[in-house]
């Protein structure tokens, strides 16, 4: 649920995916909603003050509540970015990042995966670690990421 939640909230902010990436498929959720829909999820996806468990019932209920289809897109979502998040570490170590670009990595992955951290306190401690990186591991860093997750 951390990894969709964070997902979820940077893939918004995309306008480029790739293939059958999780950006895609947040993205035909999206398409078949309606504005009533779209507005309700935003505010579950955007609420920063949510924990991550909070995150996960609301999330859980809004779509108990939408038809079958896109039920089933936000399954797959959510199967796909627990994968990914199963497979952050190793994807890291055998990156040819900086060892300071990989610290961060680690600690992201740490802050992401707490459950009791909202939205907006995990993103201060990610402004954080981001901000002691140099210019050239902060690329490599949002790179990464956005690749890994995208």
Known sequence: MVLLRTTLSVTVCLSIVNGMGLGRIYLRVLSKLDDQGRNDLRSIVFNPRLSIAEFGNALRKWAANQP?????????????????????????????????????????????????????????MMNIVMGRLSREDYIAVSQFLTSFLF
Not at 93 to 100: R, V
Not at 108 to 124: Q, Y
């Open 68 to 124: 079958r289809d896109i039920a089933e897109l936000l399954e797959l979502f959510s199967k796909v970015a627990e994968q990914r998040a199963a497979n952050i570490s190793q994807a890291i170590e055998e990156s040819d990042l900086s060892d300071a670009a990989k610290d961060a990595l680690y600690d992201i992955d740490r802050i992401f995966g707490s459950s009791d951290g909202t939205l907006m306190e995990n993103d201060k």
